[in-house]
């Protein structure tokens, strides 16, 4: 069983800049698919951005460039660098991962909150 642990959320104001990790337990990290989602107060969980086992990244096009996904499976982490915050980006962050290239995501880490005000 794959445990992921969120961290690194917080209050921010508009422009400023946030880290999240998330922290894996499994014993193949570096096989593992992984990816960070967002769910807002009264919408639906939306996908933010992913790294796959081979490096490849993509992103929700509103964050991107302004947040970077990377990994580092050495320490069995993935980071979301998260810069130009603004006030639609808050939400709790939740790290996601799988195996299979396709398909559901398996792994759901408890999520971590992260407010940017205006």
């Known amino acids: 069983q794959v445990q992921l642990v969120e961290s690194g959320g917080g209050l921010v104001q508009a422009g400023g800049s946030l880290r999240l990790s998330c922290a894996a337990s499994a014993r193949t990290f570096s096989m593992l698919n992984m990816a960070w989602f967002r769910q807002a107060p009264g919408k639906q969980r939306e996908f933010v951005a992913r790294?796959?086992?081979?490096?490849?990244?993509n992103y929700l096009s509103s964050v991107k460039g302004r947040f970077t996904i990377s990994r580092d499976n050495a320490q069995k982490t993935i980071l979301l660098q998260m810069n130009s915050l603004k006030p639609e980006d808050t939400a709790v962050y939740y790290c996601?991962?799988?195996?299979?290239?396709?398909?559901?995501?398996?792994?759901w880490g408890q999520g971590t909150q992260v407010t940017v005000s205006s």
């Open positions: 996601a991962g799988k195996g299979n290239m396709v398909g559901t995501w398996d792994y």
């Open positions: 790294i796959d086992w081979t490096g490849t990244t």
